[in-house]
């Protein structure tokens, strides 16, 4: 096997792996949360939910961009040590930008919950900025997009 795609396949496994830890500790922070909120006001779970899954897009994000490496026919034993480099880069930033924002966006996400288990008016408004973090994280994917399919 040689040097790039080897950097490339370490590349797509960072992608995926901390773009999904981001996401698994973003719904777990909204999951605990919710938990803590059900106790006050049942009622909302529906909202609480929607909040606590909104973290775990940026797992999904990892799996696209994994995807798109794949289909876009660069990944083979004939591409070149500048396509290991790049499609290397592009999932370490991909999957890093997807374990912050993820992470982030959990903690909105469960403030916003913590306000709606109070009684506060506050679901559209957490939503608006839980999708803040999420923006970094379509721009990182994007990014990812244009450097794969650019190769």
Known sequence: MTT????????IALMIALAGIGSAIGVSIGGSATIGALKKNEAEFGKYMLLSALPGTQG?????G?????????LSMEMNIL?????FASGLALGLVGLMSAIKQGQICANGIAGIGAGYDVFGKSMVLAVFPELYAIVAFAATFLI???L
């Not at 790039?4 to 590349?11: D, K």
């Not at 999904?60 to 696209?64: D, E, I, S, V």
């Not at 396509?83 to 499609?87: L, M, S, T």
């Open 4 to 11: 790039a795609v080897i950097l490339a396949y370490i590349g």
């Open 60 to 64: 999904l994000y990892g799996f696209a």
């Open 66 to 74: 994994f995807f798109i490496a794949n289909t876009a026919g660069v």
């Open 83 to 87: 396509q290991g480099v790049a499609i």
């Open 148 to 150: 794969v399919t650019g």
